[in-house]
């Protein structure tokens, strides 16, 4: 993969989890929902994508502990 396709799956994990904070807000989504979770899941997971491709240590922690909260959440809406 070349740098740009890196940039653009970093760009899609920041879309994810803006809109999922913005649905949340809007109340278009509630925060212990299976999407609301999803969606932090998808795009915490593409920004330690680039996180790590970029040796951005701080921000691909950042966003494994964030995956892990967001499996959390769907763990506990089984």
């Given at each position: 993969?070349?740098?740009?396709?890196?940039e653009q799956i970093g760009w899609i994990g920041?879309?994810?989890i803006i809109g999922?904070?913005?649905f949340v807000t809007l109340k278009f989504?509630?925060?212990s929902s299976t999407t609301y979770h999803l969606?932090?899941?998808s795009g915490a997971l593409c920004m330690a994508v680039n996180a790590k491709h970029?040796?951005?240590?701080?921000l691909?922690?950042?966003n494994v502990v964030w995956s892990l909260i967001a499996v959390?959440?769907?763990?506990?809406n089984k």
């Open positions: 993969m070349t740098n740009k396709h890196f920041f879309i994810l999922a904070y913005l989504l509630d925060v969606m932090n899941l970029k040796e951005a240590k701080p691909f922690w950042l959390i959440g769907l763990i506990q």
